[in-house]
């Protein structure tokens, strides 16, 4: 084994023992025993990472391997703080969570297994886009949709429920990179200057005007801030990839900000939430159901009762906050780990999307380079919108933490997200082959033999001999 391979098997077999370490140590101070039935869940979810290392070595031999340690990290420390509350409030959340890592794991190896050269994703653009666009609107479907928590973004299948949105975002990145690697030629031809910044084109203005009305439908039809933030913010940074125009990045926003601004005024559900992050403390907000800042301040109590090291795993009181595992996990995390906890869960979603950056970097084929970039910001735009509606720097949006947060439609769907940024990244690192020097000497004399050729094309013949 060489001295790289042993590093990357060293990150994951400490990951693992961090992870073992937080377990043990959360059912000793809750249970007073380490239950065997975890025991057996977590062996099971070590060999599927250290089996999907090994697929990543024999089909992806380049990809990046500082990726898969974070986030097994991350779903680690998500499903202690998960099993935690379930010691509390008497459910098995932590159990489930666990078996759908293990689908997870499943799904991300075959994609590694099968997808070998991701170009192949560009064949599939306008069938991403439809399967995306279908994925985003079945909430809608009668019968099929339900509502909770006063956004219409889940369907029901028989007592389980998923979030399709999740799914959607990774299909409508295939769209938006083939769509903009098609079009970026036109897309990048600048017009009038404003404050310093070359705009686009008016004719240029059809594709964001699309995916703005389509975001704005989400917003009012669904109720749902946070997807449609997360959709209209992807399209608008790989436009920027893809353009190299700050015109665009400022169009997007300016737009974005009057939608929700109008939407704040117009519809019941977005004031409620603005409301609650402008006056969390107001006493009449406060109580207001729905809508109220009940859950917000809470959230800010547990952060704050957490301080600089926390109360130590399996001492403090996150169930007091309603959605303490899912929308509410940073705040949960924030109680138990204190803030040393929270910055060294934020340097480890750096880490992947700074991994996510350079391979976008690196990679030449322009169409990898937009599909990683676009995941990547998505990923970061997530974490931004949940850690900012947590600490009130920004309004609730209803997202969840990757790879932390329970239910098993976000935790699927970033595995993925994961495994086509490693996917992408074993092309962008593979070495270029070598070419030997007879090679450069032959293609050498061929391209001064077809010029020779060509001089000699344009030569004008002339004709020996006098009389015509």
Known sequence: MTASRLRQISLLLFSMAISFAAFFQMFERTAGSFPGSFAILLGVVAVMFLALWALLLRFQPYANQSILPCVLLLTAIGTTMITRIDQETGTAVGQRQLIWTCIALVVVG???????????????SYISMVVGLALLLSPMIPGLGREIGGARIWIGIGSYSIQPGEFAKIFLAFFFASYLFDHRDQLAIGGKKLLGMQMPRVKDLGPIIVVWFASMGVLVIQHDLGTSLMFFAMFVSMLYVATG?????????VAFAIGCVVAAKVFAHVGYRVDAWLHPFDSEIYNRYPGGSAQIVTGLFGLASGGMAGTGLGQGHPNLTPLANSDFIYSSVGEELGLVGLLAILMLYVIIISSGLITAMKIKDGFGKLLASGLVFTMAFQVFTVVGGITLVIPLTGL????????????IANYIL????????????????EVSSDTFQYEALAVLRDHELKERAKTPRTVSGGAQ
């Open 400 to 411: 969840t933490l990757p790879y932390m947060a329970a239910g098993g439609s976000s935790l």
């Open 418 to 433: 994961a495994g086509l940024l490693i996917v992408i990244s074993n092309a962008a690192n593979q070495p270029e082959p």
């Open 110 to 124: 075959v994609l590694v297994i099968a997808l070998r050269d991701y170009r192949v994703l560009r064949r599939f």
């Open 245 to 253: 125009r700050k015109g665009w990045v400022a169009i997007g926003f």
